[in-house]
């Protein structure tokens, strides 16, 4: 079984930035992919971004050039630094893992979930 914690989401000015980080425990994160969702109130859960165990990334079209992921496979934990944020960005962000080698966007991959975190961007 694997655990997922979100941390370091908040309220920030539009053009602001945010640092999400999310810790697994309960086995390694290699080789699972990570990735990050976000759910607004009232839409679908959108993909976000995906790393692979070896760190290749893939983006939404819409944060592309603004989001970063990184990972950390010695602290098990992965990243996603926000930047020049938009109040589009405001939903609840959510870490996923796959059990399985995958840089799919299809929230149907993924087998284990975070708890959320908030992230308000004000205009």
């Known amino acids: 079984q694997v655990q997922l914690v979100e941390s370091g989401g908040g309220l920030v000015q539009a053009g602001g930035s945010l640092r999400l980080s999310c810790t697994t425990s309960?086995?390694?994160?290699?080789?699972?992919?990570m990735a990050w969702f976000r759910q607004a109130p009232g839409k679908e859960r959108e993909f976000v971004s995906v790393?692979?165990?070896?760190?290749?990334?893939y983006y939404a079209d819409s944060v592309k050039g603004r989001f970063t992921m990184s990972r950390d496979n010695a602290k098990n934990t992965v990243y996603l630094q926000m930047n020049s944020l938009k109040p589009e960005d405001t939903a609840v962000y959510y870490c996923?893992?796959?059990?399985?080698?995958?840089?799919?966007?299809?929230?149907?991959?993924?087998?284990?979930w975070g708890q959320g975190t908030q992230v308000t961007v004000s205009s």
């Open positions: 996923a893992a796959a059990s399985v080698a995958t840089m799919s966007g299809d929230k149907d991959q993924y087998n284990y």
């Open positions: 309960g086995r390694t994160l290699s080789p699972y992919a």
């Open positions: 790393s692979s165990w070896g760190g290749d990334t």
